[in-house]
């Protein structure tokens, strides 16, 4: 079993700068992606950016700019935020994907993240 935690959410005026963090803990074995998804009030959770284990990043067109992805380590990942607007509260879930004996995905509980003045 693997346990993800997230931390660094929180509330922020538009314009401002967040970081969100997630670790994996448990067995950590086989990771493939390490990603962040959102998920707003009365929307559908969506992708916001994800990290392959070879080093590359994908992101959302929403967010290709303001956000950066940064796999720290096998099981750490981040998310850099800045020029946050109200359109981007939401909650952020930390997700992972990869393949130990047989595919797996797993997702954290998640992170609420404000943008309001």
């Known amino acids: 079993q693997m346990q993800l935690m997230e931390s660094g959410g929180g509330l922020v005026q538009p314009g401002g700068s967040l970081r969100l963090s997630c670790t994996a803990t448990g067995e950590i074995f086989g990771i493939d992606t390490m990603n962040w998804y959102r998920q707003a009030p009365g929307k559908q959770r969506e992708l916001v950016a994800r990290?392959?284990?070879?080093?590359?990043t994908s992101y959302a067109s929403s967010v290709r700019g303001r956000f950066t992805i940064t796999r720290n380590n096998i099981n750490t990942v981040s998310l850099q935020m800045s020029s946050l607007t109200p359109e981007d509260t939401a909650v952020y879930y930390c997700h992972v994907d990869g393949v130990h004996y047989a595919k797996f995905e797993y997702w954290g509980q998640g992170t609420q993240v404000t943008v309001s003045s």
């Open positions: 990290s392959f284990r070879d080093g590359t």
